[in-house]
């Protein structure tokens, strides 16, 4: 007799997913793991639940369908906190899955005991408890949740009782196949039209794409670059959304950041135009420093009262730019020569020289080396400061990072998520020695489930973002340092093949053996600590 574990399988499955990540805890989900190979999705055992909610989270934003994260009762639902939290800031759509006791367990019991829906209400879009009687009700709507309007997080609590229970014939409904239908803009809708005018009357507008464009998907950004082209204007992009308009185009000024070079230029702008730009992706917390009028264009309304645009229009992504694209004037007031400038002042700095290898060149080498479509990821820490700057992004989704919570221990799950979206597609992933010292059971994860992915840690023995600003406060360096540890044996025991690198020609050599050897590889890159001293205009985490 199927339980009601099988029907939550058969939403998922219906829905089109295709893994659930997670680290089992108990009762509910044994049943959920069981339930779901009689539906062919492909439980991925994590090394711990933060891990699997960032896999799930990629996921989500890798494909446009909510992933799927399961975690135990009590310490496993606390454990996942951290990679929810991040999916949470970076818009992504994905179901956490909790084991939870029984109601009349829970009444009784205090060990392990939490209220996981507390937990999880300030960093989710919504939670739930599954219960008999609405079973699939309740998985669709997180699922639909977890999509609609700006993506995020849903949480469902899993009660031992309800997913161990038989389920009668009638808790499975028909397979959910609604075509579903957004109003869609049009040229005579009067929001578009006040964009139209407006964007008419300036000559040297100036575009700011964010995350919620490649949230919408291909069909929207696809209608970007085909407005952005047409308007002939200058794009930065915030570090979600680079690679929405090839990094390597003309008009492509490189990220958003909110350092001192990008306020000069946008004073010879007349005219800002926010595409999918979410508040979170400010550098600058609750600050926008910016006084010309601004064009807004999303799936949301703006309710921070931070950016006041001038004029709004909030519709399908697609529709809104697809129309401007076809209506807008293209701006005379820049010229080649004013882009060229500013790209080139941007990258003046960001290579300083010094001895051994500096972190620059590394990131500049991989870059060459990785082809257009290939896919890299950042922790936080100062190589992700450094690359969010010189790293080109030539695709859409080809750069995964934490950008709205800025967390380290990101880079390798996002990586192997990535990986298993786009099989056939290099995955480059950039961590710290700090980063990759708290993902290192993950190295075991990625060998097991056969997913190769080429991490390059930037080994300079330090937190290094935290030993600058010791630094820079004349204080000691305390907290900040960590022994030498030989990664290349750490990672050799995982199964994974690994080199240490000192040179610009070691680091090419790994890199082009890595990538052509299909497997999983890991280069411990020896880093000259000092090589990350930027240029004013980069702005740190």
């Not at 989710?124 to 669709?140: I, Q, W």
């Not at 300036?202 to 794409?209: C, G, K, M, N, S």
């Amino acid at each position: 007799m199927p339980t009601y574990a099988d029907v939550v399988t058969s939403v998922l499955a219906d829905a089109g997913i295709e893994f659930i990540f997670g680290v089992p805890g108990s009762l509910s989900s044994v049943e959920l793991i069981e339930a779901a190979s009689r539906r062919d999705i492909r439980y991925v055992l994590c090394s711990n639940e933060s891990s699997a909610a960032v896999m799930a989270a990629t996921y989500g934003i890798m494909t446009g369908r909510p992933g799927v994260c399961s975690t135990g009762v009590g310490p496993g639902a606390s454990a996942a906190v951290l990679g929810v939290a991040n999916g949470w800031l970076e818009r992504a759509p994905f179901l956490v899955l909790t084991d939870r006791y029984g109601d009349a367990q829970f009444r009784r019991h205090k060990r392990q005991r939490l209220d996981q829906d507390r937990l999880y209400q300030p960093i989710t879009k919504g939670t739930f408890k599954l219960a008999a009687d609405s079973a699939a009700v309740t998985m669709r709507r997180a699922l639909t949740l977890s999509t609609d309007g700006r993506p995020g997080p849903v949480h469902v609590d899993m009660p031992y009782d309800v997913m161990l229970a038989e389920a009668p014939e009638e808790a499975f409904p028909p397979s959910n196949r609604t075509e579903r239908y957004i109003a869609s803009g049009n040229a005579g809708h009067p929001g578009l039209e006040a964009a139209i005018r407006e964007i008419g009357k300036a000559e040297r507008p100036a575009v700011i794409v964010g995350l919620q464009v490649n949230r919408a998907g291909e069909e929207a950004n696809r209608a970007f670059v085909a407005f952005a082209e047409k308007l002939g204007a200058p794009v930065f992009a915030s570090l979600a959304s680079k690679g929405t308009l090839p990094e390597n185009h003309p008009l492509s000024m490189g990220t958003f950041r909110g350092a001192p070079d990008e306020k000069d230029f946008f004073e010879k702008a007349d005219l800002l135009i926010t595409a999918g730009f979410d508040p979170v992706e400010l550098f600058a917390p609750g600050f926008w420093d910016h006084s010309q009028p601004v064009v807004s264009l999303d799936e949301v309304p703006q309710l921070d009262d931070l950016i006041r645009p001038r004029v709004e229009v909030v519709g399908n992504l697609a529709d809104s730019l697809r129309i401007l694209s076809e209506t807008a004037t293209p701006c005379t007031g820049w010229n080649s020569e004013d882009l060229d400038s500013f790209k080139n002042q941007r990258r003046a700095g960001l290579y300083p020289s010094g001895k051994g290898l500096m972190p620059g060149a590394l990131i500049r080498i991989a870059r060459e080396i990785l082809p257009d479509n290939g896919i890299m990821t950042a922790d936080a820490g100062s190589h992700k400061v450094l690359a969010s700057d010189i790293w080109e992004v030539r695709r859409p989704l080809g750069y995964l990072t934490s950008s709205g919570l800025g967390s380290m221990a990101v880079s390798l799950p996002a990586g192997m998520a990535a990986k298993l979206v786009e099989p056939a597609t290099p995955v480059l992933c950039l961590t710290g020695d700090g980063g990759f010292l708290m993902r290192l059971g993950d190295l075991e994860t990625a060998v097991r489930e056969n997913i190769p992915v080429v991490i390059v840690v930037f080994n300079d023995g330090y937190l290094n973002l935290i030993k600058m600003k010791q630094d820079t406060r004349s204080f000691a360096r305390r907290g900040t340092d960590f022994a030498g540890t030989d990664y290349v044996a750490v990672s050799k025991g995982f199964g994974f093949d690994a080199v240490r690198v000192e040179s610009e020609e070691a680091l090419r050599d790994a890199l082009q053996n890595a990538f052509a050897s299909g497997g999983p590889w890991v280069i411990d890159a020896v880093i000259n600590p000092d090589g990350y001293l930027v240029s004013k205009n980069v702005r740190a985490e």
